[in-house]
């Protein structure tokens, strides 16, 4: 699937994009198929660089974030945080489909 990158306020140079796209196959290695990654990469004063991930997946919107001084450190970092989210979601997911819930004798 075709994933979004867009930058504000810099170009996005071939680099930059090569190291963002082998991020984003990690990310959907954890996802279900079929999900788009948008990613958003900002710097918005001089010494500071944010990268923000979007992936709409399980009904829900996922947001991962990170600010740094060196923008491959954000990307790095926001790749970590979704894939944290992302398979604490999952596990969540898995885990209500795994428990039923509690029993009449367990009230007692």
């Known amino acids: ?28 290695e954890a996802l279900p198929k079929n999900e788009q990654v948008r990613v958003f990469l900002s710097h918005p004063s001089k010494r500071e660089f944010t990268a923000l991930f979007k992936v709409h997946a399980w009904h829900r919107e996922i947001v991962a974030t990170d600010t740094s001084d060196n923008l491959y450190k954000a990307v790095n970092k926001a790749r970590s945080n979704m894939i944290r989210k992302v398979h604490d979601l999952k596990e969540r997911k898995v885990g209500a489909r795994h428990n039923p819930g509690p029993t009449i004798g367990e009230f007692v």
Do not use: G, W, Y
Request: glycine share 0%; hydrophobic share 50%.
């Open 1 to 28: 699937m075709q994933h979004m990158i867009a930058c504000e306020d810099f170009e996005l140079t071939p680099a930059i994009r090569e190291h963002v796209e082998a991020n984003v196959a990690a990310i959907t």
